[in-house]
């Protein structure tokens, strides 16, 4: 019974190593709240964004830790871009609670307007990205610019 015991632990142990290689894979930079930015295209395809679009999401490590991963069209882009994108993701982390990577038209709203008022330029961004094929975000840029608009006249 032992021994199908250790036979079954190492099992798993290797499966979670297994899971932490292959679904993280090493730290790019850490951003300025120190969460560890790491770089997976087969992950952040499974989040449903498509490789040949610059993405990015944030999740849970294995010690529930949140990160965020990005794929390499991501970091193709100019700084201005990926820092537009890291600071949307850093607001899911700060507003929104931990250990999920699917986000509702609220929360998706929400971590617009904390990058926006990050000071980073998400409007843009929003808009390089809907000139992508295949990439419907119209309506999130239309609510952002209102409320920009707010905040600019207040
Ligand atoms: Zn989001």
Redesign the pocket.
Known sequence: MQFIRDFIEGLVAQYHLGIQDMKLGSIQWLTEDDVPVYCNDDMVVISGCPSRVPGA?TCEDLNNNSVIVVNRRLLDQDQWFIDAVIA??TG?IKLHSGGRCW?NAR??YE?DVYAFLDGVEIIRALEFLNNLSGVRLSHRIKRLKAYAEEEVCL
């Open positions: 999401f949307h993701e899911h986000f929360e998706e971590a």
